[in-house]
Structures are given as structure tokens and as C-alpha cells.
């Protein structure tokens, strides 16, 4: 391949990446927006999203991290309300 020929090609590949992160980028924009939606319907429903924005990271999280974090929350909380 000349220098020519591989910049030609280069280009054409900077090229496709950008426009499919461009994409992506456009998907994800429309996915934030109907989860935007679906936490709005929720709260219409009298459900809290902060606590359903809470309760959906926490199932992300292994079972045995949720536990260490809650012991040490609660280990906190005493501390800080022995403290007062």
C-alpha cells in the first residue's frame, strides 16, 4: 500500500468508529430518556425513585458485598448515633 492509500484507509476507519460511537451514543440518549419515563410512572405510582434508583444498583452488586456494606452502614449509624 502506498502512504496514500493507508492514510485513504485509516481515514475510512477513524471514520466508521466515530460514526458508530456517534450511534451509540444516540441509543443511549433514547434509552436515559424512556428509563427517565419508566422512573416517572413509578413515582406516579407513589413509589420513591430514589429508593428504586438504590434497590436497582444494590442487585447489580454481589450478595456478599450488599452484606459487608450493610453491616458497615450499620456499624456507622451506631457509632454516630452513640456519639450524640
Known amino acids: 500500500m502506498t502512504d496514500n492509500t493507508s492514510h ?3 481515514a ?3 471514520r466508521q468508529f466515530v460514526e ?3 450511534r451509540l451514543e444516540s441509543e443511549k440518549a433514547d434509552i436515559a430518556e424512556t428509563i427517565k419515563e419508566a422512573l416517572a410512572e ?3 405510582r407513589g413509589y420513591s425513585t430514589a429508593t428504586l434508583r438504590k434497590a436497582i444498583a444494590r442487585r447489580k452488586l454481589n450478595p ?5 456494606g450493610d453491616a458497615m452502614l450499620d456499624l ?3 457509632t454516630l448515633n452513640g456519639s450524640r
Open 12 to 14: 475510512d476507519e477513524l
Open 20 to 22: 458508530r460511537i456517534e
Open 8 to 10: 485513504r484507509v485509516a
Open 42 to 44: 413509578a413515582k406516579g
Open 64 to 68: 456478599d458485598d450488599v452484606a459487608e
Open 76 to 78: 456507622y449509624e451506631s
